[in-house]
């Protein structure tokens, strides 16, 4: 499997004891994939979601929203939250925005068991 188009080889020097390096390989071939590869696809992060921090603006709530990686919010978007306050749907504006990084194998494998 080829993760990039024009891959740049460069070497990676890492101190690992016997038992270390054979459980590498073994996960790698586990994985259908060589040594390098595993090492390249377990170091790629993706976003797995993206956290929102906002604030209502009828109540000065301030709610968290989990947005899916296919939604990226930005800061000053309003959103629509539910106010515990008012009981029900409000405007509200988007204050922060962090990404929830994983790498692509532990994305993969969960969506695998759900």
């Not at 899916?68 to 405007?91: A, E, H, L, Y």
């Amino acid at each position: 499997m080829t993760y990039w188009e024009k891959p740049q080889k460069t070497t990676l020097s890492m101190r690992l004891t016997t038992d270390e390096k054979r459980a590498i390989q073994d996960a790698a071939a586990a994985a259908g994939e060589t040594v390098s590869d595993f090492i390249r696809l377990c170091c790629q992060v993706v976003p797995s979601c993206y956290i929102a921090k906002c604030d209502v603006l009828e109540t000065g709530e301030k709610v968290t929203i989990y947005f899916s990686p296919d939604t990226v919010p930005r800061v000053g978007d309003r959103v629509t939250v539910f106010s515990d306050v008012i009981g029900g749907k409000c405007p509200g504006v988007v204050k922060s925005v962090t990404p929830q990084w994983e790498t692509a194998e532990t994305l993969r494998q969960r969506y695998e068991i759900e």
